[in-house]
């Protein structure tokens, strides 16, 4: 930062230009083995000098306009998605660019990682139960936008709801704010007598909350015996309102260029950029910095006068604040919550979401949720239809059965220095070579059916590599190798010091 | 009796700090006693009946619970991965009895049962050991437990699986309304001793010796010569172990295994680890067998209990009151390992 601004980085530009290279060699290479040299239209050109305006150029060194220059790009090519995502090219294994509605469920996971990337990458909080907020927004949505209470007649501002519905119809835009400030007021509820917790036992704690709040919402058609239908128990409360202004429904659009769909990912895209900018500004506050102090080292942070309760407390209304809106949202775009939505897998897929991304860097965490969101939707479905498309049976099982004996050849160089365990998982990977062989996985194979398995592999790996994830922050990083984290979240338990 | 009598105020002023905590407490333990005894009065074979299934729930959580607090003792990490140990195991044992080694001798004279019984115990508890090792091995991290959930997918498909009922059929004794069956007794004939046997192993051998110094202070035991990295494999190779045994019994109790039981049964399990003090071998077993009787209590009494609906809330809800009032635990940190 101390280098002057006009002095450009000649090697990082040699070296990020090299690195653009060849990822466009590799994805040139792949789009045409995919589906030969024909293929490649002029959108795979169009994407790749699009990701080299961005990557490439020393942004950094530009004066003034520099530093926004990056992410405002990223922003524009967000907002324009919906004009030429159908007319982008196949990727390799993939298949094709995901669709505006799946882009929708993105954006909504993706702000909940930034929600929850506040609580455990800056403050290094262990939350593993997140979905708690995401229940308590959709719930509020639900309560306030849909016909659950017959006997009230409230109408307010909801677009699209004649005026005889019975039920309470506010407007989806307040029942946003009310769901935000509502879910931060729970989380200062539970934070308030568990944050004197430290690492696991908070992390069991929260995921007993995330546990016991689904349950409710389950079983609350008849609120604890008083016959009172809260939630409409296992059945779930459906419709709920669409938000709307100027008398136009995002759930029927108006015309051509209004879609629904496009509705719904402007608005939430809009959503995202506010909690980003939520999010950096606040990292970049006193009270970030604090739970930065925090998360590196607690005693110390007290010691230079950190109020250790209020400031935890505070990470945690934030990140609750924004999981309830993006509950509340998601709620309103799926027009229905079932507490089947909010179990503990959920918890584990936004977290996986911040570990994978790296942990405390937005933008990783950004990447990450985007990621894992479009696998859970399009990508496993695709990529799973890409497999029994190109693959036999045996070679299938032939292929998954040399990654496991890659696995555990990786493995044994990883504990080079532990020769009988390492021969112990020499052993238990060929008898796990010999189950392929002895029950192999049938073709067509339901890849979405193993989606946990499968992230569980890629955490896996990417804990065991890059434990700082894959686009950490510079100061995450130095604490993950120069181990000053007294507590890490994920324990590398190998060859104590 | 001088100095206890002068002791005594200085003792009531010192409990005024916690009273609030002690006080509500005992409230909601007599309230419980109290909805107990209403019970018994109403329907005393229910009771009695619904008693047994507790403690014997509780036998099995116990064999769980013990694999957390061993794991814990030593190494002072949540092994989350060990509910689905527990739940592989219990597949194994579903593979195993379902062969036709044991087709073959269903029903058949105690001599030939109870053996291949025990059999079918050591290889589900060889099997879970091993996994678990493996496990500590590959990558001693959270929330790598989905990927062996999803080898429990894998294998035996999403849906409940029947175990075949290889145990003699009928009551071993009823009397009064009272009934208890086989599926239930094999839990308490396995289950004391093995607890007996893992006693023995961390009381009197020289490895048991090694883990308990480990768990003391794991660079002093380093020092004084003990393989800390081997110790720690023993510790989880017998976690393993003993889920595997939990494992069998779970699928001959039940009747039938689910991918996803792991989760749940671990949760509770761990929940019973904590509830005894965490790292403390007979406080994991006494919190099972409390856990055990609460579930059993709670989904069978018939005069206003909240039912199964609950056990889950209930089970969490004291999870989360002991971690926040007393986190040491029922019977406290005596050593880290116990014993």
């Given amino acids: 930062m101390a280098r002057a601004r006009a002095d450009i980085d000649t090697a990082a530009l040699q070296n990020r230009s090299l690195r653009m290279g060849i990822g466009a060699v590799l994805l040139l290479l792949a789009v045409a083995a995919e589906h030969g040299f024909g293929s490649l239209d002029l959108s795979t050109f169009y994407f790749l000098a699009v990701m080299a305006i961005i990557y490439v150029p020393p942004w950094e060194s530009v004066p003034v306009v520099g530093r926004f220059a990056r992410a405002g790009i990223a922003v524009i090519i967000a907002f324009t998605y919906p004009f030429f995502w159908d007319k982008l090219f196949t990727v390799p294994v993939f298949g094709a660019f995901p669709s505006v509605s799946t882009g929708v469920v993105m954006l909504v996971f993706i702000m909940m990682a930034v929600g929850l990337n506040i609580v455990v990458g800056y403050a290094g ?3 593993l139960g997140y979905v708690a907020f995401y229940a308590i927004g959709a719930y509020v949505a ?12 409230v109408h307010f501002g909801a677009v699209g709801v004649g005026q005889n519905v019975p039920g309470f119809h506010i407007s989806i835009w307040l029942l946003l704010i009310a769901a935000g400030f509502l879910t931060a007021g729970v989380g200062v509820i539970i934070g308030l007598p568990t944050l004197r917790l430290r690492g696991d036992y908070l992390a069991i704690v929260t995921l007993g909350f995330g546990e016991i709040l689904p349950q409710i919402a389950r079983n609350s058609d008849n609120f604890f015996g008083t016959g009172f239908n809260l939630t409409n128990g296992p059945n779930g409360i459906t419709p709920i309102d669409s938000p709307g202004f100027f008398g136009v429904n995002y759930l029927t659009g108006s015309g051509a260029f209004w879609t ?12 995202l950029l506010f909690t980003i900018f939520c999010s950096v500004r606040l990292r970049d506050s006193r009270l970030g910095r604090a739970w ?5 080292d607690e005693t110390a942070a007290a010691a230079m006068g950190v109020p250790l309760m209020r400031t935890k407390t505070w990470a945690y209304a934030s990140g609750a604040f924004f999981g309830g809106i993006a509950g509340a949202y998601y709620a309103s775009f799926k027009s229905a919550t079932f507490p089947g939505d909010f179990f503990f897998n959920i918890s ?4 996986c979401m911040v570990i994978l991304g790296g942990m405390g860097n937005i933008w990783g965490v950004i990447f990450g949720g985007a990621f894992l969101a479009y696998l859970d939707q399009e990508g496993l479905a695709d990529s799973g239809s890409w497999i029994n498309s190109h693959f036999s049976e045996v070679g299938f099982n032939v292929l998954v059965g040399v990654l496991f004996v890659g696995g555990v050849v990786a493995t044994l160089v990883y504990a080079r220095d532990m020769y009988w365990r390492a021969g112990l998982a020499a052993v238990s990977g060929l008898l796990a070579l010999l189950f392929f062989v002895v029950t192999p996985i049938p073709l067509p194979i339901d890849v979405p059916k193993y989606e946990f398995g499968i992230f569980g592999v890629i955490l896996l790996v990417v804990m065991l590599f890059r434990p700082e994830g894959l686009i950490p ?4 990083a130095a604490e993950f190798h120069e181990g000053v984290a007294d507590e890490p979240l994920y324990d590398v338990q190998h060859e104590g010091a | 009796m001088v100095t206890e009598a002068s002791r005594q105020p200085l003792a009531a002023t010192r409990r005024l700090r916690p009273s609030f905590t002690a006080v509500a407490g005992t409230a909601l333990v007599l309230l419980m006693l109290v909805w107990l005894g209403i019970n018994f009065y109403k329907t005393p074979s229910d009771f009695v009946q619904i008693f047994l299934i507790g403690f014997t729930l509780g036998a099995l959580y116990a064999l769980i619970a013990l694999g957390y607090t061993l794991v814990y003792g030593i190494l002072e990490l949540i092994n989350f991965a060990h509910g689905d140990v527990f739940m592989l195991g219990s597949m194994m044992a579903v593979t195993v009895v379902g062969t036709t080694l044991f087709d073959l001798h269903q029903g058949r004279v105690w001599y030939v049962l109870w053996p291949l019984v025990i059999v079918a115990l050591l290889i589900c508890m060889a099997f879970c050991g091993l996994l678990n090792v493996t496990v500590e091995l590959i990558a001693y991290r959270r929330l790598r437990s989905f990927i062996l959930q999803n080898v429990g997918l894998a294998w035996k498909g999403p849906n409940y699986v029947q175990t075949a009922s290889v145990l003699p059929k009928g009551n071993v004794f009823s009397t009064h309304g009272v009934t208890y069956t086989w599926e239930k007794l094999i839990v308490l004939i396995v289950t004391v001793p093995v607890l007996l046997v893992l006693v023995w192993l961390v009381q009197r051998t020289r490895q048991g010796k090694a883990m308990r110094a480990t768990a003391q202070d794991t660079d002093a035991a380093a020092m004084m010569g003990i393989n800390v990295n081997r110790t720690i494999s023993f510790t989880f190779l017998i976690a393993g172990a003993l889920a595997g045994a939990a494992g069998l ?6 009747g039938s295994v689910r991918f996803d039981q792991g989760f749940q049964l671990g949760l509770i399990a761990f929940t019973a680890a904590v509830f005894g003090g965490i790292g403390n071998l007979p406080g994991a077993v006494l919190g099972a067998l409390l856990i055990g009787l609460i579930q059993a209590f709670n989904e069978g009494l018939s005069w206003h209990a909240p039912g199964s609906d609950w056990t889950q809330s209930i089970v969490f809800a004291l999870l989360i009151l002991i971690l926040v009032f007393r ?10 390992e116990g014993g």
């Fill in chain 1, 125 to 127: 909080l262990l939350d």
């Fill in chain 1, 142 to 153: 639900a309560w306030f936008a849909s016909v659950q209470f017959p006997h009230a007649n």
């Fill in chain 1, 260 to 271: 629904s769909e496009r509705l719904f990912y402007w608005t939430g895209l809009f959503l």
């Fill in chain 1, 292 to 296: 930065i102090a925090i998360r590196e």
């Fill in chain 1, 348 to 351: 584990v897929f936004i977290l």
């Fill in chain 1, 473 to 476: 922050s510079t100061r995450r």
């Fill in chain 2, 249 to 254: 019994l779970y699928a001959l109790y039940a």
């Fill in chain 2, 327 to 336: 986190p040491e635990g029922l019977l406290g940190e005596r050593t880290p």
